[in-house]
């Protein structure tokens, strides 16, 4: 490849080769200038590509109306909640999901192992403090409460529906623990 030929500085003794780049070089090099202005006009000038934050803004929308969507289909009522309190199913995915070592915010992690309360009420007893009946419950699990229980949502609506499914196969198995809360009303 070498052409001999050298440049004319010299640099500590040391001597430069005048060669070509090599073409490969050359075309990934022209490639990349080529790509830029496509890249440049779609994203900047003309604005058809959403760049990262817009991309995430509008994936974000659609998974919130595909979200209402379900659920416009399938409207989420008391009954159709304690049917799935019913089905082993998904009360075995809830109790995985309240459980979940792998995730920081389980449930657990505050509500204790055994639901018996330690950061958030007791959920084993009959008092509750935002209604404990099914849809009360589901409510609470998905937009969260004021009081530091956080919400659900981005978890998705199996995930919301399967945990919630859980917390109704437990209530009232009255585990001794947290004292119900000051403002907490009794409810079956
Ligand atoms: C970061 C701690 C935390 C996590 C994680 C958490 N909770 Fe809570 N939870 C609380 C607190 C605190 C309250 C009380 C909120 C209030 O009084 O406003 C609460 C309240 C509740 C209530 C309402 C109790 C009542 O008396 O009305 C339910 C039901 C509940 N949590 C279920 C769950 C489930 C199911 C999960 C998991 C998907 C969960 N929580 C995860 C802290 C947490």
Same mark, same amino acid.
């Given at each position: 490849?070498?052409?001999?030929?050298?440049?004319?500085?010299?640099?500590?003794?040391?001597?430069?080769?005048?060669?070509?780049?090599?073409?490969?070089?050359?075309?990934?090099?022209?490639?990349?200038?080529?790509?830029?202005?496509?890249?440049?006009?779609?994203?900047?000038?003309?604005?058809?590509?959403?760049?990262?934050?817009?991309?995430?803004?509008?994936?974000?929308?659609?998974?919130?109306?595909?979200? %209402?969507?379900?659920?416009?289909?399938? &409207?989420?009522?008391?009954?159709?909640? +304690?049917?799935?309190?019913?089905?082993? =199913? #998904?009360?075995?995915?809830?109790?995985?999901?309240?459980?979940?070592?792998?995730?920081?915010?389980?449930?657990?992690?505050?509500?204790?192992?055994?639901?018996?309360?330690?950061?958030?009420?007791?959920?084993?007893?009959?008092?509750?403090?935002?209604?404990?009946?099914?849809?009360?419950?589901?409510?609470?699990?998905? %937009?969260?409460?004021?009081?530091?229980? &956080?919400?659900?949502?981005?978890?998705? +609506?199996?995930?919301?529906?399967?945990? =919630? #499914?859980?917390?109704?196969?437990?209530?009232?198995?009255?585990?001794?623990?947290?004292?119900?809360?000051?403002?907490?009303?009794?409810?079956?």
């Amino acid at each position: 490849m070498s052409t001999e030929a050298t440049r004319s500085h010299v640099y500590d003794g040391i001597q430069e080769f005048d060669n070509r780049l090599p073409n490969w070089w050359l075309w990934t090099f022209y490639g990349a200038c080529i790509f830029s202005i496509f890249y440049w006009v779609h994203y900047h000038t003309i604005g058809t590509g959403d760049l990262p934050g817009a991309a995430f803004v509008k994936e974000q929308a659609e998974a919130q109306a595909r979200l %209402e969507k379900q659920m416009a289909e399938n &409207p989420i009522t008391n009954e159709s909640l +304690l049917k799935m309190a019913g089905e082993a =199913t #998904a009360v075995a995915k809830g109790d995985a999901i309240f459980h979940n070592a792998a995730d920081p915010l389980r449930c657990a992690f505050c509500h204790k192992d055994d639901a018996s309360g330690l950061v958030g009420p007791n959920l084993t007893d009959d008092m509750w403090v935002y209604g404990g009946k099914p849809i009360d419950i589901y409510t609470t699990i998905m %937009e969260g409460r004021p009081g530091g229980m &956080p919400a659900h949502k981005s978890r998705g +609506l199996p995930f919301v529906l399967n945990v =919630t #499914a859980y917390v109704l196969s437990i209530k009232n198995t009255n585990k001794p623990g947290k004292a119900p809360e000051a403002n907490a009303k009794k409810e079956q």
